[in-house]
């Protein structure tokens, strides 16, 4: 199974500009699905990113956040070819982790 | 009301072929089921006719379904209704297939 | 439940130790120094996140109403062309600042986002979040202790025949 | 809502319009002469919006709005449709269970070719598009077809189209009167008012793109099926050029035909052809 996360960080000068993009329902809890019953909230929670260990940012989300989420920020002391770490926890428990070099 | 949707409205009115069907408003007595059943045939036959023009409208599936829904609950008058209504939308829907027929080269760029 | 065992700021002081608790108990939460909340912003604002005001959910995450800034610049549509996917995002030139989040008031939950700012991290996101209808957009900005905000109407109408 | 229908006694409202209209002279107009048309097509588009570039109208409503487009630019920037794109990329390189491949299918193992279809097979006398083509691959090497409306298909027409980004449209009318008649059924099929708001493909995307339907601003005709597949926000998923044709339908109160019947074949035939020159630009994302 391929990573539910994708990530561009790229090195300007002594800033690092990070993107993400993540592949999950985001459901709200608020939306009929097909069976005309309420789709249960599934949402993730909590997003951290890490460059070589250290963290730098993170996410706490509600259910307001898009299906299929996406967040940028930067950040100054990142390297070229550094580490940065990016793993979720959702309201189920469920979790995804994935390291990109920066670029 | 938007923009396009003034537009449309005066476009199609101002053609003065607005076509009305009037429903049976009063029905004198209680419907009966063989009453229904004849409706509900003619409305289907119009549908199916208007299958074979690749012409169906959603609307009509939907009143024809509303019929049946209704006279499975003994409800005749409102089942019958629901027909006769399904038929006038099928019938609606083969007249707009006959006259599209030549009438969709008016919209044609040329 | 209490007042205050739903505030997380006090949740938060927990983890800090009895003297931090004994204060916040008090209800003297303003005397703690910025630096201290910042420190402690570490834990998913639960409660906050089931808030049906903003008032309410400012309250909760932060303890403080914040003042209006021209330095925090909210850059959202005037008309989402999705409710779905609205693209939003916040600039400022403040420093110091230890978090940013956004909250959509006419939402079922009022908020959306909470980004905690780490030091050496700009104070600039951009994200995508959904917005049942019409609504005013609030972004929060802390910073040097202090609470700012901007705000800004999106409209939002259903879709329908287009694309 | 458009057209409140719903319980009034109004059942459609066009009627003797064959009769009190057809003023139209016939003969010349009813030969199909597809090069003469794809000229006016675009002149009408060029004429209507002589702000955008013509090679911006595959961006849709994004070519007309300020507003939307620095929204889709937002977006662009990491893609909604990223998650499908890699989807059929892998689709695309993975063996069927007989060890051959999608690229066997096709002329230059697949890569770079989308702006070639649909083309008009001589042998069979039928317009073949890009997603009948795909399943056909599979059947013939043993696989089971793939929906025309779900997502494995819009994974991998987002991909083949992905490797013809900027190639133009180059859709051939051979001098056939097979292939011009599915010309200009397609060209029937586009302009023919259907369902109970008695709309047709042109009522949109001809008479008013750019105005917004409710929420929505509604795209031009012109270049609007290079984007495709799209990512649409309102379904939170990908749909391939079937799913759009259905949904159309559907949203005008009619019963679509089945996803790439041979009406719908047409269309798209047709609808290509009138934007040749035009870049691919799918995947796209719209609202």
Same mark, same amino acid.
């Given at each position: ?103 | ?110 | ?163 | ?17 064959? *009769? ?15 090069? *003469? ?13 002589? +702000? ?6 595959? +961006? ?62 001589? +042998?069979?006398?039928?317009?073949? *598009? ?26 991998? *027409? ?130």
């Amino acid at each position: 199974m391929a990573s539910t996360i994708r990530v561009r960080a790229i090195l300007n000068g002594e800033i690092t500009e990070v993107q993400t993009l993540i592949q999950h329902p985001m459901d709200s809890g608020f939306i009929k699905g097909e069976n005309g019953e309420l789709t249960p909230a599934h949402f993730i929670r909590e997003l951290t990113f890490e460059h070589d260990g250290r963290k730098v940012f993170v996410a706490d989300w509600g259910t307001a956040v898009s299906k299929d989420p996406y967040v940028k920020f930067s950040f100054k002391g990142g390297n070229k070819g550094g580490d940065l770490k990016v793993s979720w926890i959702d309201n189920k428990g469920e979790t995804d982790a994935t390291i990109v070099k920066i670029q | 009301m938007s923009v396009i949707e003034a537009k449309l409205r005066i476009s199609m009115f101002s053609l003065a072929a607005v076509l009305l069907i009037a429903s049976p408003a009063s029905v004198p007595a209680a419907g009966s089921e063989t009453e229904f059943k004849v409706a509900y045939a003619a409305a289907e036959a119009a549908d199916k006719e208007a299958g074979r023009l690749r012409n169906q409208w959603t609307v009509t599936a939907a009143a024809l379904a509303a019929a049946k829904k209704a006279a499975d609950k003994g409800d005749f008058d409102q089942a019958i209704s629901a027909a006769k209504e399904a038929e006038a939308l099928a019938k609606a829907s083969i007249f707009q297939a006959a006259s599209e027929k030549e009438a969709w080269k008016q919209l044609q760029i040329r | 439940m209490t007042p205050h065992n739903r505030f997380p700021a006090t949740r938060r002081l927990i983890l800090k130790g009895a003297g931090s608790l004994a204060l916040a108990g008090l209800g003297v939460i303003s005397f703690r120094p910025a630096t201290a909340f910042a420190a402690a912003n570490d834990k998913y604002p639960e409660d906050a996140f089931k808030q049906k005001d903003a008032r309410e959910a400012i309250k909760l995450l932060y303890g403080r109403t914040a003042e209006p800034s021209d330095k925090v610049k909210l850059d959202a549509p005037e008309i989402a062309e999705n409710g779905a996917v609205v693209p939003i995002a916040v600039t400022t030139t403040l420093t110091e600042v230890t978090s940013v989040s956004f909250l959509v008031p006419e939402n079922p939950n009022v908020l959306a986002a909470y980004y905690r700012i780490l030091p050496g991290t700009m104070p600039n996101v951009a994200n995508r979040l959904k917005m049942a209808k019409t609504s005013n957009v609030i972004v929060l900005v802390e910073a040097g202790g202090k609470l700012y905000s901007a705000t800004k109407e999106v409209k939002v109408t259903v879709g329908g025949c287009g694309g | 809502m458009v057209f409140c229908f719903t319980r009034s006694r109004v059942y459609l409202a066009v009627a003797a319009l064959a *009769t009190l209209c057809a003023t139209q002279p016939a003969g010349a107009s009813d030969k199909p002469d597809p090069a *003469t048309d794809a000229k006016a097509f675009r002149n009408y588009f060029v004429k209507k919006f002589p +702000n955008v570039k013509l090679e911006d109208f595959v +961006n849709g409503p994004y070519a007309l709005d300020q507003d939307m487009r620095r929204q889709w630019e937002e977006k662009e920037q990491f893609p909604p449709y990223e998650f499908s794109l890699e989807k059929g990329k892998e689709m695309f390189a993975k063996p069927f269970r007989n060890g051959k491949r999608y690229a066997d299918c096709f002329p230059d193992q697949g890569i770079g070719i989308r702006q070639n279809y649909p083309h008009f097979d001589s +042998n069979e006398g039928k317009v073949i *598009t890009l997603e009948v083509a795909l399943n056909r691959c599979r059947e013939a090497n043993g696989e089971a077809p793939l929906s025309y409306v779900d997502d494995e298909m819009a994974a991998l *027409t987002a991909y083949m189209a992905f490797t013809s980004r900027g190639k133009p449209f180059d859709i051939k009318v051979p001098d056939d009167p097979r292939a011009l008649e599915a010309y200009q059924n397609g060209k029937r099929y586009f302009y023919t008012r259907r369902g109970q708001l008695n709309f047709s493909c042109a009522t949109c995307h001809v008479q008013n793109p750019g105005e917004r339907m409710r929420a929505e601003v509604l795209a031009p005709a012109l270049g609007i099926l290079n984007a495709m597949p799209i990512y649409r926000s309102e379904w939170g998923g990908m749909a391939t050029i079937s799913r759009r044709f259905t949904t159309c339908n559907s949203q005008i109160r009619g019963v679509p035909l089945d996803p790439q019947d041979e009406d719908y074949r047409d269309l798209e035939y047709f609808l290509s052809y009138v934007s040749n020159g035009l870049p691919i630009s799918g995947p796209g994302a719209r609202p």
